[in-house]
């Protein structure tokens, strides 16, 4: 069972960048998309970024120009850069690969905006 290890949270003051991480265990076949979503509490998990493979970028419209998502093959990573953070950005943040036959989540990684 593969699974995705998210990493690079913390706490950031406003204004800051953040680079968190999403590592499978394994090899993944098929991928369609590579994305991250952040949910704040009693709030559905929303999307921030979109990576259609080989190289289309979606953003949520807030966060363009500031959220860049990309990936390494080679360490079956997917990375989301965070710069210009704002204190509303404080939520739990996952990542998600959707392969044809299925969905795998990340543990997700709180991300903390504040002074």
């Known amino acids: 069972q593969v699974q995705l290890v998210q990493s690079g949270g913390g706490l950031v003051q406003p204004g800051g960048s953040l680079r968190l991480s999403c590592t499978a265990s394994g090899s993944i076949v098929d991928i369609v998309t590579m994305g991250w979503y952040r949910q704040a509490p009693g709030q559905e998990r929303a999307s921030v970024a979109l990576?259609?493979?080989?190289?289309?970028?979606r953003y949520e419209a807030s966060v363009q120009g500031r959220f860049t998502i990309s990936r390494d093959n080679a360490k079956n990573t997917v990375y989301l850069q965070m710069n210009e953070l704002k204190p509303e950005e404080t939520d739990v943040y996952y990542c998600?690969?959707?392969?044809?036959?299925?969905?795998?989540w990340g543990n997700g990684t709180r991300v903390t905006v504040s002074s």
């Open positions: 998600k690969i959707r392969a044809i036959d299925r969905d795998f």
């Open positions: 990576l259609i493979l080989p190289e289309t970028t």
